[in-house]
């Protein structure tokens, strides 16, 4: 972690990126007035929401009756006597 001003940081702002993005930093807090108010970091890019759909295909089978009606079921919620 690298701490510095806010004047250091206007000053070095394009070494910062470049220190993130070689990973030789994780973040670098900026202060004004020594107290911290800004943590910059490397962006993340998100997990991509297409890679984790059908990740469970062909790991278990639907039965073909899952949507009928279920007396046990119905009565556990009071939904019948």
Do not use: W
Request: proline share 5%.
């Amino acid at each position: 972690m690298c701490k510095m001003n806010v004047l250091e940081a206007k000053t070095n702002f394009s070494k910062i990126i470049a220190l993130l993005e070689r990973r030789e930093e994780k973040e670098v807090i900026v202060a004004r007035a020594g107290k911290p108010v800004v943590k910059i970091t490397l962006y993340e890019e998100p997990d991509d929401i297409s890679k984790r759909i059908g990740v469970a295909a062909g790991k278990f089978v639907v039965p073909d009756d899952f949507d009928e009606p279920d007396d046990e079921i119905a009565r556990m919620f009071g939904m019948i006597d």
